[in-house]
């Protein structure tokens, strides 16, 4: 199965584990992914073009699930304005064994930060700022592909 979800409301991780780890796999791996206060940054600001988020998101999670033979994929990412802290996004993965849950949950984490299309903005006490992705974000997701 695989879910993929974009909002802007807070992302409940018991929720979405609750529902990984009902299918029955023998292994679940997670990531959660939070807001970093880095170089003063008060908000984290996501803005996406609705459909074509989601699609790219899915494609990512096909991919993953077909590599990996996964029994579920849930990725929610979170949209809008964010504080330090908040969970930006959620990847779980499951699967009969612990290396193929591990290591498609890595491959999507890396994956989405440099191929989801989502458009960040930092806010800080002297501005906004664009985000681009860096180019250890692009090494990492390059091992993947």
């Given at each position: 199965?695989?879910?993929?979800?974009?909002?802007?409301?807070?992302?409940?991780?018991?929720?979405?584990?609750?529902?990984?780890?009902?299918?029955?796999?023998?292994?679940?791996?997670s990531?959660?992914?939070?807001?970093?206060?880095?170089d003063?940054?008060?908000?984290?600001?996501?803005?996406?073009?609705?459909?074509?988020?989601?699609?790219?998101?899915?494609?990512?999670?096909?991919?993953?699930?077909?590599?990996?033979?996964?029994?579920?994929?849930?990725?929610?990412?979170?949209?809008?304005?964010?504080?330090?802290?908040?969970?930006?996004v959620?990847?779980?993965?499951a699967a009969?064994?612990?290396?193929?849950?591990?290591?498609?949950?890595?491959?999507?984490?890396?994956?989405?930060?440099?191929?989801?299309?989502?458009?960040?903005?930092?806010?800080?006490?002297?501005?906004?700022?664009?985000v681009?992705?860096?180019?250890?974000?692009?090494?990492?997701?390059?091992?993947?592909?």
């Amino acid at each position: 199965m695989i879910r993929v979800v974009v909002q802007r409301d807070p992302i409940d991780i018991a929720s979405a584990l609750a529902e990984i780890e009902a299918d029955g796999a023998g292994a679940v791996a997670s990531f959660t992914g939070l807001v970093r206060a880095d170089d003063g940054v008060s908000v984290l600001d996501l803005e996406h073009y609705p459909g074509m988020t989601e699609a790219a998101l899915t494609a990512l999670a096909e991919g993953a699930a077909t590599r990996w033979d996964l029994l579920n994929v849930t990725i929610v990412h979170r949209v809008g304005p964010m504080a330090p802290g908040e969970r930006v996004v959620f990847v779980g993965t499951a699967a009969r064994h612990r290396v193929a849950a591990l290591e498609a949950c890595a491959s999507l984490i890396d994956r989405l930060k440099t191929e989801a299309p989502f458009w960040k903005r930092e806010v800080t006490a002297d501005g906004s700022r664009w985000v681009e992705a860096r180019h250890d974000d692009e090494d990492a997701a390059a091992r993947w592909r």
